[in-house]
């Protein structure tokens, strides 16, 4: 599907692929590719994210085009503000997970899940060092516990390279004193209740030993 921006005052019609959206506000700043013009990411994100009624769905769209470098979080805030508050909502709940480091719909689950659980906040995808040594970049950190969690399934990855580099970083992790706990997209919705209690338990027990030497730098 393509959609097309118009003046409000022209009428044109929606036909088979191509959905016609009529708007006051035409994009200030656009380029040519193909002899076509075309809005700038943070305005087709925007106006695509505020047509979408599933969370995970915006979430998604918003983490891979930031996540992708096609658009910042600040230039989406500028098209939220710029543009109709009604729909907006989903998009603005969004942008403050993905300004928080959140970089995918199941990370967005976790979220919401620790926040719903009352847990302390951790970090979200941070870069964790050894000395000068990369370590990993887990997808929740709770330093002061020396505790990962991760969401892992083989329906996220490519293939078996890539769940291989997954269980290899858990043994990094491990093998550093981190107390690992992975669960997959699935379980995040069908045992949330399971999942908190284990992520308490596993804090709980972090803090009452010494502090870890493992430097945490917030992901850039």
């Known amino acids: 599907m393509i959609d097309v921006l118009v003046p409000a005052p022209t009428k044109r019609q929606s036909v088979d692929f191509v959905r016609m959206h009529r708007t006051a506000r035409m994009p200030d700043q656009t380029f040519v590719l193909n002899g076509v013009r075309w809005a700038l990411a943070a305005r087709a994100v925007a106006d695509a994210a505020r047509s979408e009624h599933d969370v995970r769905a915006v979430r998604d769209l918003v ?14 805030a500028e098209e939220m503000h710029a543009g109709p508050s009604r729909e907006s909502g989903r998009l603005r709940a969004v942008l403050g997970e993905v300004a928080d480091g959140i970089a995918s719909a199941a ?11 009352g847990l302390p906040e951790p970090m979200y995808n941070p870069d964790l060092y050894v000395g000068s040594q990369f370590l990993a970049r887990p997808d929740a950190w709770w330093k002061e516990a020396g505790v990962a969690a991760e969401v892992d399934s083989r329906e996220w990855h490519l293939g078996p390279e890539q769940w291989e580099q997954t269980t290899a970083r858990h043994r990094r992790l491990s093998a ?5 706990i992975h669960f997959t997209p699935r379980q995040l919705k069908t045992e949330g209740r399971r999942i908190a209690a284990e992520l308490k338990s596993a804090i709980d027990t972090g803090r009452r030993r010494p502090p870890l030497k493992i430097r945490t730098e917030p992901r850039r």
């Open 63 to 76: 983490a891979s085009a930031v996540q992708g470098g096609k658009c910042t979080v600040p230039q989406l």
């Open 176 to 180: 550093h004193g981190i107390i690992v």
């Open 107 to 117: 990370e967005g689950d976790l979220r919401q899940l620790i926040k719903r659980s």
